[in-house]
């Protein structure tokens, strides 16, 4: 199929676009590089360098479109939501009727569990109450609405992926962000000589060892899921337009103290700890369910919280040994 991937310079998006191409696929990157690398397209793709308000000219054959494009940090959301609701959402509008001029009936959009904000309960499944708790989950919760009315109206056949932390590297392909968020790549700052020690925020909740879980997620079992929701919009959808929505996850989750235990065993490194007090907001559980993914789409994970991490640091001591600046989601 000729598919077209925006966002396919950043993170998650290099990684799936390379499995495409891996696959057979003619695969065409759109990416503004405001975020992504160019060094990030894989080989045997073709890249425009443009916003999503440039796709209309990359639709020229394209079958199917995958959709990373977007903003994705939450503090920068609270500051500057106007840039999440015009890039996120309008941006998407945007691509939504390119796509439909174009006769290219054939999404998945990479959502987040964001969309959820603070759990009643955990795992959380799709049935659990959408509430998000700051812009960024707001414009994705927005967009996932706007393509169940597209799908219902024009018959767009599309499908939603919603996860939370994402880690691990692909070969060439891994987590480089001008601004840090995540905890496995700030861990992984201390070994390679970045940063003394990590912090830990909060150490009193009500878990096993006092710190919060997350879900965690190798980028390689999250570029399968967008694999197989790419299928599944040309064979499981209805033809007349559909909206699927599916939640990735662990089921467990591994609280802070386990990430960074498992980060001291895979670099030998002792990565002192600095524990703070809790952060507002920080609910102490967050863990998806991906019981219905894996009842549709036989979707399970394959690599377990060693792999994510000995993944993400092989990928750190390789970039930190090349030329130019460091080499490293959502």
Not at 60 to 78: I, M, W
């Amino acid at each position: 199929m000729k598919l077209l991937v925006t966002g396919g310079a950043g993170y998650i998006g290099s990684v799936v676009a390379a499995r495409l191409v891996d696959d057979g696929h003619d695969v065409t990157v759109l990416d503004d590089l405001s975020t992504g690398h160019r060094d990030a397209v894989p080989d045997g793709a073709t890249f425009v360098q443009g916003s999503v308000d440039d796709a209309r000219q990359a639709l020229a054959g394209v079958h199917a479109v995958l959709h990373f494009a977007a903003k994705s940090l939450v503090g920068e959301s609270v500051s500057r939501p106007e840039a999440y609701w015009e890039n996120n959402v309008v941006g998407t509008l945007r691509l939504v009727a390119a796509m439909r001029d174009a006769g290219v009936r054939r999404l998945v959009f990479s959502s987040t569990a964001a969309t959820y904000g603070i759990p009643e309960a955990t795992p959380i499944s799709e049935d659990a109450p959408a509430r998000p708790i700051n812009p960024y989950g707001h414009t994705k919760l927005a967009i996932d609405h706007a393509l169940t009315d597209e799908a219902g109206a024009h018959g767009l056949r599309a499908v939603s992926l919603r996860y939370f932390n994402v880690g691990g590297a692909v070969g060439p392909f891994g987590e480089r962000h001008a601004i840090e968020t995540h905890l496995i790549p700030n861990i992984l700052q201390v070994p390679a000589g970045q940063r003394a020690n990590v912090d830990i925020f909060g150490t009193d909740y009500a878990t096993p060892d006092g710190t919060a879980i997350r879900d965690y997620l190798h980028v390689d079992d999250l570029a399968r899921a967008h694999v197989l929701a790419l299928d599944y919009t040309g064979e499981g959808l209805s033809a007349d337009g559909a909206h699927a929505v599916y939640n990735l996850g662990s089921g467990t989750g591994f609280s802070v103290r386990e990430v960074v235990e498992s980060a001291r065993r895979v670099t030998g490194h002792a990565i002192p700890a600095e524990e703070k007090p809790r952060r507002a907001g920080d609910p102490p559980v967050l863990v998806a369910s991906s019981d219905r993914i894996a009842a549709d789409l036989g979707w399970s994970t394959h690599h377990d919280l060693d792999r994510i991490v000995t993944d993400a640091w092989a990928f750190v001591q390789k970039s930190s040994l090349a030329p130019g600046p460091p080499t490293a989601a959502r």
